[in-house]
């Protein structure tokens, strides 16, 4: 691929035209020595090289390249995953347990790779999904509950602990523990939350439990190999 020179006027120029190519000073820095100019070696990836040309000669120090690594929505064949739901305020957990299974239906997630666990609330949710973690069987772990507020301080216990109950987790097993536990106010909120005009969380719940478990499998686990 043909060498592209940046210049200190932020231009792009063909070496052997001499033409202005486009407008690049996105790819400029902001603070510049006078005595560098700049080359790119393709304008699909904005990689800056230095060429120092002091003396009237140019060596050229290379720029590091970074990588972008990111979970896919689409490649989830073999991605195992399990949904620990709590049964208390079933009139909430089961709408968002079922925009959780309808959304991995709809990313090709096998049934027989979903596994679903119920426990009696939320503060019982982070045990469980950190033994699931342990077990090596899932890929990631969605944890739905509701905890709406009431006349007393419970509310703050429960919620702060299932939340940080479920980040414990997944730091302690290694494998992605999403929080799909809603904390509302009053039950209207919850609704909302629940397949209402607020969409439903678990369905948001299940997509980045797709995307999670698709970085750790197909991108952070070859990093580590």
Known sequence: MASIWLT???CLLSPSSGQRVSKASQYFPKSVPKNLSFLTTSLRAPRINYADKRNGRYSVILAAESRHLMGSLTDTKGLRFAVVVARFNEIITNPLLEGALQTFRQYSVKEEDITVVKVPGSFEIPVVAQKLGQS???????????????????YDAVANSAASGVLNAGLSCGVPCIFGVLTCDDMEQAINRAGGKSGNKG???????????SLFEHKLKKQSS
Do not use: K, N
């Not at 969605?142 to 507020?149: E, H, L, M, N, Y």
């Not at 369905?203 to 478990?213: P, Q, V």
């Open 8 to 10: 200190e006027s932020g």
């Open 136 to 154: 090596g069987a899932y890929h990631a772990i969605i944890c739905i509950g509701a905890v709406i507020r009431g006349d007393t301080t419970h």
């Open 203 to 213: 369905a948001e719940a299940a997509l980045t439990a797709i995307e999670m478990a």
